[in-house]
Structures are given as C-alpha cells and as structure tokens.
C-alpha cells in the first residue's frame, strides 16, 4: 500500500464503513484500491451524496438479457420453467460471439447503472450451435471479458461443465450440445482463460447442476485441481422436478446428495437452493458456502421460496444475482427478497431478525459480504486494499430528502423505482457520473443493430 501514489482523495457527506460516517476521507490509489489513509492529498474533491461499496451481482446469464419479457405469452399447458427452458433453448441458438459481446456489454451498462460493479458470469454456451467448437474453443468467453472490459464492471467468469441432460446421465440434447464438454476439453478451457487472470478477472469453476454431471463423473470432477482454488458455483434446488428427480435416482434431495459427495465449503456458491428442509438449510448455513439468491428470476420462473428467516437465523451466508435479467436491479432483488418473506408469511421487515434493526440495512451488507465471497474478490467494502468500487446515492433526490443515516438505506431498497445511483466508480475509474455510462450510445447503438438482426 505505501508504494501506490493516490489519484484521488474524496471527502463523503456521508460513507458507508459497517455503517455511515460523516464528512469520511477516502483515497484511491494508482492502482484501483482504497488507499491508506496516510496517502490522501490535501484537497479532496466532495462527494455530496451517500457513498456505497458497488453490489456484487453474483449469478448472470448474460445472453438471456436479450430475450426477457419474451417468454410472457402462456403456452398450451401450464407453464413453468421447463417451458421458459425450451423458448431460452432457441434464443440461445442464434447467438455467436460478436451477438454474446454486445449484448453482456449492454447489460453490463445497465448493472453498473443500477449500482453493480463486480458480475460472475455462469457461463455455458461454449461452443457453435451444432457443438461443434469454435475455431478459438474459448471465443465466447473471450466475447464475454471483452464485454466487461468495454463496460468496465469486473468480471468473475465461471465457465460451465454441462455433460449429460439429466440425472439419468442422457446424453445432451442437440440444443444442449453447444453447452456441453468431456472432463478434459473443459480442464483445458480453464487452464486457458485462468491464464487472463487480473485484478479486473477471475475464473473460477460454475457445475452446471447434478443432473449435469452423471454420477459417474462426479467423483473425478470434484478431485480435480482446478477445483482446489478459485469460487465453485452450481444450480441447486431450484424447482420442485428437481429435487422429486434427484430422490428417484439418487435416492436423497439435490443439497443433501451434494453434501455427502462434495467437500462444500465457504468457496462454493449454491444457486438459487429454494427448497431446502430444515436440516439442508442449517446445513448449509453451517458450511459458510453461500446461498445464491435471484429473487427477480425465481418469482418470473414460478420457482419458489428461500427460507430467508430460518436461513439468517442460522447465521447463513447470501448474495444475490440478476440471473436471467428479467430485471436489472440490486434494489429489485433485495425488495422482493423481503417482500416474498412478508407475502408468505404475512408479517414485516422479516429480514430483520432483532429489534431495532434496519430491514435495508441488514439486505445490502449481508448481499456485499456474500457476493464478495461468492466472486473470490477482495470487494464489498471501502476500507484500505479494497478495490475502489463504490457508488453515490444522489443526495438530492427527492426519495432522500430529509433521510438521515437511520432511514437512507430503508429509503433507497423500499421507497419506489426513481434511479438514485447518480455516480459510480469501478477499479478506480468513473464509469458512471450524472446517471450516464461514460460509453452508453455506442453500446446501445451496436446492442440495437444486433437485435434487428436476430429479430
């Protein structure tokens, strides 16, 4: 730290450190961090506003931005995430790597606008839409760091291993050959993109799902080496047919099996994990893995819902992700997080778990813990070698007038859908000021274009 020359020095009205500090000096370093205090400069620039660390949005599919609100139309039968599966199946044939680059770089703007600035990318159309690979087999996952970098929100890429179409061990599907890989050809994707590796990008490891991974495989996967570092992330639980298929052909519910056969542990993230007993959910919360919520992509699937209170009792750990971009919103998430909890149990601030505790406040910290762990980054925090991602609240916003430090937080998750991140910096640089991304109409432009061209 004492070698990195600072490039700013802020004075905050007010900065979030495990609560709100007024008129707070921060510096950022040369290097992208939150620098020690010693290195600030003598004239800060004034932040007037509320300064936030940037959200982690800790599960992404980035193609799927580009199809939300076309799987609206009720089908013969009744509808579920099986059939949205089978329209997402064609949209995802049409889509190469210059299509996947514009439309994650368009939605990487709208995330950095919405107040994110670290995405982990679940990963898995790998490969042409026939299977075949392309001539460069990492040239999607090159399309998606390519994507990040225009943006300039971080990326944790998670490239996916997709075997089999069930937990029978079928083979894929021909719409599911494009995702698919053979143990060796995925270890040497990884190798590869691990080679990329910066403080901007980390590649961690995402198992699709168990049906994905006959039991066969499973064993020689998770002894791999490159499952020994690095974040582990895997769909778990998430619908009903799920966990009924899991106990017909493994003889016990989708989290119980993966805790028996896998050394789950605080580097893996266990997406979505709606339906979970009792056990499996102090279970989890035991292993300081995180619950990966998608609150937003769960509810326009019909998956269900979390245990959030018994969950958070536990002292569990959770993050949330954007998921199938339906929307595009940390304050979404974490609204209807709560607002799902108060729906089916009929009571309030359930995600406050003691008196006197703010219902925003509890959400946002506990999301920036859990996402930062969930990215296998040192972020979700502005205190000195934290990377400088952050966000400033419009302090005159009218939602806001008249908010003091108590009030602010529950303000800005529960008080309407007026944008209020005006600025954002991620890694040190503005990427967002006056609620403008610094590179948005050519974006929008070429993200425009494209559709055209897929429609």
Known sequence: MSNAAAVYTFKARQLWREGWNEDAVFAVDDRGHIAAAEAALETPQYLDGWVLPGMPNLHSHAFQRAMAGLAERRGPGDDSFWTWRETMYGFAARIGPDALQAIAAQLYVEMLKAGYTQVCEFHYLHHQPDGTPYAQPEAMSLALIEAAR????ALTLL???????GFDGRPLTPRQRRFGHDLDSY???????RTLQSDRLRVGVALHS?????????REVIGSDALKTGPIHIHVAEQIGEVQDCLATRGARPVEWLFDHAPVDQRWCLVHATHLTEAETAQLARSGAVAGLCPTTEANLGDGLFPLARYLDAH?????????HISISPVEELRWLEYGQRLSTRHRNVAARHAGDSVGETLWHAALQGGAQASGLAIGALDAGARADFIVLDGNAPLLAARDSRSVMDSFL???NTPLVRDVMAGGEWVVRDFQHRDEARIAARYRAVMEQMT
């Open 150 to 153: 225009e943006a300039g929100i």
């Open 159 to 165: 490239p996916v291993l997709y075997m089999s179409g």
């Open 187 to 193: 270890l040497s994707l990884l190798a590869r993109l």
């Open 210 to 218: 168990l049906r994905a991974i006959p039991e066969s495989a499973w």
């Open 316 to 324: 569990g750990t959770l993050g949330i992700g954007s998921d199938s």
């Open 414 to 416: 529960f008080a309407g």
